[in-house]
T-cell receptor
């Protein structure tokens, strides 16, 4: 069945460094790829997303890249800050309808001051 | 602007007891609605989604059911809870299928089955 692999499962960086989280997906019909940030005990928050007709999208310190041929997409956070510490989830739409997402298992990012 | 509510926020229930979790959305009409479960330290699993009143799609066969009695109300139920039903239950909404796929989550219900 459809699957989304996310790596690494944990990532520790120093404040100010960059962080990169990678995901691969299996459904060639997937056309929407969101990223969520979840702080401890809170709801996931949508931080950035990308559609299959775009290769890269940037919003201040975060960016997402998509390689449709290789079926992988990545989240890039630059100039990390302690408040970036959280669990990050990638997801891929199941098929082309956009109703149903398959989520990765999450990456726990720790930014050390 | 749109707001999503869930209640209760926390719930402790014995095995074999029934369950009813409620989700309501304000500020939009005919939203798509979703129920997710997140086990401790794990990812998000889609349980059900609904594109309209009375229309429920199940993603994973299990002990749970969902209903949508009103346009902006989504209910998750169980007749008899299992220990494995413990987790963080999240409701989410998205705009009707007009090319807007973004899903926004409610605050969640933390369920512990004892």
């Amino acid at each position: 069945g459809e699957n989304v692999e996310q790596h690494p499962s944990t990532l520790s960086v120093q404040e100010g460094d960059s962080a990169v989280i990678k995901c691969t997906y299996s459904d060639s019909a997937s056309n929407y790829f969101p990223w969520y940030k979840q702080e401890l005990g809170k709801r996931p928050q949508l931080i950035i997303d990308i559609r299959s007709n775009v290769g890269e999208k940037k919003d201040q310190r975060i960016a997402v890249t998509l390689n449709k041929t290789a079926k992988h997409f990545s989240l890039h956070i630059t100039e990390t800050q302690p408040e970036d510490s959280a669990v990050y989830f990638c997801a891929a739409s199941k098929g082309g309808q956009g109703f149903s997402f398959i989520f990765g298992k999450g990456t726990r990012l720790l930014v050390k001051p | 602007s749109q707001t999503i509510h869930q209640w209760p926020a926390t719930l402790v229930q014995p095995v074999g007891s029934p369950l009813s979790l409620e989700c309501t959305v304000e500020g939009t009409s005919n939203p798509n609605l979703y129920w997710y479960r997140q086990a401790a330290g794990r990812g998000l699993q889609l349980l059900f989604y609904s594109v309209g009143i009375g229309q429920i799609s199940s993603e994973v066969p299990q002990n749970l059911s969902a209903s949508r009695p009103q346009d902006r109300q989504f209910i998750l139920s169980s007749k008899k809870l299992l220990l494995s039903d413990s987790g963080f239950y999240l409701c989410a909404w998205s705009l009707p299928p007009t090319g807007r796929y973004e899903q926004y989550f409610g605050p969640g219900t933390r369920l512990t089955v004892t």
